[in-house]
Every structure is written in structure tokens, then in C-alpha cells.
């Protein structure tokens, strides 16, 4: 959730530094702080947004050619000064940057503050470098290593010491990029801050240790033996984390989805076959062919994806699937064996509570399948097999075309598990391929009415809540809406399956509370007609969105949006579209921050 980066070379360190720091920014805006070498350890550091610390700089810049940032998303300890990163032991020769949570930091702070240790803020952090501090002998990679050692919980730990021209990192369970550069080396949380310097990266695996010296980089294990990582190529390129001309890169993400859609599924399908290929899951056939359940499990918007998931499975490859949050999956005893399929659905393939019950799952032998969007990462490593969305970075912190991606990539897995169980005839197949292709022209038909979308959002931008109300493979994408406007413009929003609405929250409708309505072609929608005439009769104002020729609807909307009609199984990708612009105009119009909404961070990297 935090954002790690450092620089070792010939170059000026802190404008690289900053740099990096803006580039992490949407993984935790709370505070930000950096340390360069500088005849010492010379730190500065600032509450709130990374521009702060650079007014800060621009008053006191540093020289200097090494050094390590931070910005961070409030753990243990409220946003202060104090408490941001980098974190310092007694001396001050010491400066450390920490992603993660270290579990036992209370008993080893009570034991090094028995041992003479002074501590100045409230984190968890800070144990580390008075660790380091406790184990350092003149040599910053053996003390780290022994820091290591008694260190429980998770880290993506970079040090530096005033008396070592060197940065010294460790992984564990939170993600480290190395970026090698002609003579120079980046090191980041996240190759969105490295891409722009170098292709070539290393990702560190747990318990590396990686050394930054001038005679090159080095990774050993805790035993100090030598590893020899793959160097491997970052594959976008810079301009996707650039805005390109987008105020906010939610909107530039909303925009981007037909084209990502595409390279979902580039390579993947044969539309007039209605064949899919995904060489990820070639070598788990028999397991998938055998399978008896699948669970899904995710978090936030990868988990409304995954509930669409069920609906395609369910539909099209008649198989059993459970959808659970991992935050609750790992609560349970979950019935998991290895006749099971547990797959992990995330955008970042970081999400500690995902990453948890993957482990679950594969320590109950079930087969672990990753829909991952973030190459290299956590879940995309650990899972057995799996398929990439390939929808690019997202970095507006709402995800929007990691959403799309996701459904993509369900429906091709649905159609493939159809085709390889033979519940699925060709034809079948064939049609709903064949519709997921014309999917992204109908989004951009969708997109062209975006001005029409933001007068509805601008009419009701000054309500305080809102009802989303959808049904069946739609009543997900009620949610998806609901969380979009609750998370970029704080309008409290509730999504809700159309027809629960008389069994409770219908209490909640009077002229103040706008309803906004999903409608499909689908079985369901003349009770959806009688869902909406409930709210007019209470007064309620409605919104809806409705598949084109839908008439009905009009004598009951204040505001129609109409989409193009496709298969009932593919309307999620048209009805989410209207929800995602709508919540982002919310947001643009009451002033909120669109891309880094309050208290939230990109990845959430702890449980
Ligand atoms: O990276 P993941 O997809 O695993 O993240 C899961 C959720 O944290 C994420 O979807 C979150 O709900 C988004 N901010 C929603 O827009």
C-alpha cells in the first residue's frame, strides 16, 4: 500500500527520488520522506501528498547520489511527521523504508527499548532500523540479514547507512522491483516508478537480500549464498502511466477499456470457431476437466468481477462456483480440496487478504488458478496456473478497466471450461465469442454519450445517498456502481438485487433518495419495471439504464441511459460503463481528489 523507491548511481538522487515518489503516489498518499548519503544520512519528510515534500526540497535540496523514499498509507501510527518513512535509529546513521507490516514489533520494540533503544514514532517500522542499529558491526547487508531473522509479518525493506555507500533491500511478502540502468539501479515497490529509466528488471523473490554497491548489485538468501535472478523486460509502455491529455487517470482508464478488452483477449479466441486458447491453463486440463467446484475469491471491485464470474461458469460450463471475499474465506474452514479449483482474482496481485486465502487453498491441495493484471506479482507467481488480463497499469485507484478485464477474461474461461467439459456446444460458443468481440465498439457508443452522463451525475452530485438496484448477472454490477461513487465522491451508495429492495430497504426511499435502476433484456426485467413503479410511488427519483428499443422504462425514469442490447451474459460490460463515468463525474464535481480518494491506497497490502 506504501510506495518504495530508491536510487544508486552517478545522478543528482532526489529529484529521482520525488520522481519515483509521484509515480507511487496512488499506492498511499498519507506522507511522504526520503534519505539521500550525504557526508550522513540526510532525511526529510512531510505529511500529506508527495508535493509537499517537494516544496520542501525546493528550500533544502540535497546533494547526494544514493537514497530511498517513501510514500506511505497509515498503518500503525496516524499521518504525522513523525511516523512517515524513512524511519531512523539512534544514531542516525541509519535510515529504512518499509512496505508491510512487521507483526512482532511490540515485543521487539519492548526488548530494544529495554536494551537503551529511543523511539520516536508510533510504527511498526522503526523497530527495524534500531534492529539493524543492534546487529551492525560494519557491515550493513550481514546486519540487515540478522534483522531478518527476527522480524515476523511481512517487508519490502530498503536501508541505507551513513558510513556504507550502498542501499541494502529484503523482500517478504511485499514486492520489490529492482531496475537496471548503464551504471545506475532503481529499486521500487512497483515497476510503474522504473519503467521510465530502464526495461530491464529483476523482481525479488522472498527472503532476498539485494545489494546496491559500486561494484554492481548482488542477491543473496539469508545464508548469504548467491542467487542468480532472471532479469526479465517490462512490456507496457510509459506513455499508459502517463495521463495523455486525461484530468484524472480514472477517466483515461474508462476510456482505454474497449481497446484493453481487445488485448484481453488478443490471441486468445476464434470467435467463428467458438474457440478459446489459454496456453496458461494448458498444463491443468485434466485437473480442470475433473474439477468439482470452483471458488472464486477477491476483494472489492475483483470480487463484484469474480460474482460475474460465477453467473458465465454457472451459465456456460455448468460447473459449481462459490464466490468469497478473502477477507472472510480465511475466516472459515473452508471445504477445499483437490477436487476443488480456487482462483484468485486481483488487479495488483499484491491484495494481502487474497494472498492469504490462495495459500489457504493451495495448503488444502485445491488447483490455484490466478486472473491476474500485474505481471510477475504475489497471486500470478504462487498460483499454480493462470491467465494475465493484459489490460495495462491501472493507476486511478478506483478500478474501472481492470474490471472490464477481468470479465473478459471470465467469459473466455467460461467458454473454454464449456468446450472442455462438452456442456458448451460450438454454435454456443461461437455467438457469445462472437458478441464479445463487438463488445469494445459498443463501449465506445456508450462513451460518445459521456456528456449526457455527467448532467445526470451534476443533478445529483449534492445527494448524500444512493440505491443501485440490478438483478441477476447484473445485481454484481449494482454493486461494482455502488462502490465506484461511494469510493471516488463519498456519497454513501448501496448496491442492492432489484427485488430485495421490498424487503427492507424500500423504507429508505423518499423524494431525496435517487435510485438508479439496471435493466437487461433478460428474464427479469419486467419485475425490474415493477421495482421501479414501487419507488415512484414513494416519490423516489430514478435513473436507469436500459438495453436500446427498452421502452417501458421511460414512464417511470427521471433519467434514461440507454445502451446498445447484447447477450444477457455480456451486459455487464455496457452497464457498468454509465456507473464508472457517472461516480467519476460525481467525484470531479464536488471537488474530490478522482484518482487518490481519501483513506485509500492502490494495493492493499496488508491483511
Ligand atoms: O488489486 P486487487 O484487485 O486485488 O484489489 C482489490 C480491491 O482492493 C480493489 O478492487 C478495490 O476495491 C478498488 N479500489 C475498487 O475500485
New binding site residues.
Partial sequence: MCGIFGYFGSRLAYPLLLNGLRRLEYRGYDSAGLSVLDGGVRTLKAVGKVKNLEALLDTCPLAGSVGIAHTRWATHGVPSTQNAHPHQDCSGKIAVVHNGIIDNYKALRTLLESQGHVFTSDTDTEVVAHLVEEFYEGELEEAVRKAMLELEGTYGLAVVHADEHKIVAARKGSPLVLGIGEGEYFLASDPTAIAEHTRNVIYLDDFNVLTLAEDGYRVTDLTKAPIDPKVEKITWEVEEIERGGFPYFMLKEIYEQPSRILDTCRGRMNPSAGEVYLGGLREVSDRLLKARRIVIS???????AGLVGEYLIESLAKIPVEVEY?TELVCKEPMLGPEDVFI????????A??LAALRLASSRGALTLGI???VGSS?ARQTDAGAYIHVGPEI?????K??TG?LTAFVLLAVYLGRLRGSLEASQASQILTELAAIPAHIERILERNEDIREIARVYSRSSNFLYLGRGINFPIALEGA??LK?VSYIHAEGIPSAEMKHGPISLVDETMPVLFILSKGDGSTRVLGNMEEIRARKGRIVAIVPEGEERATAYADHLIRVPEVHELLSPFLSVIPLQLLAYHAAEIRGCDVDK?RN?A???TVQ
Wanted: glycine residues 8%; hydrophobic residues 35%; contains cysteine.
Fill in positions: 477477491s476483494c472489492g471491485t475483483s470480487w463484484h478473502s484468485a482474482v486481483s488487479q495488483s496481485g499484491e491484495t487478504d487474497t491476474v493484471n500485474v497471486i486511478g485507484v478506483a478500478s474501472t481492470a474490471f477481468h462502490l465506484k469510493e480518494p485509500l492502490k494495493a492493499v
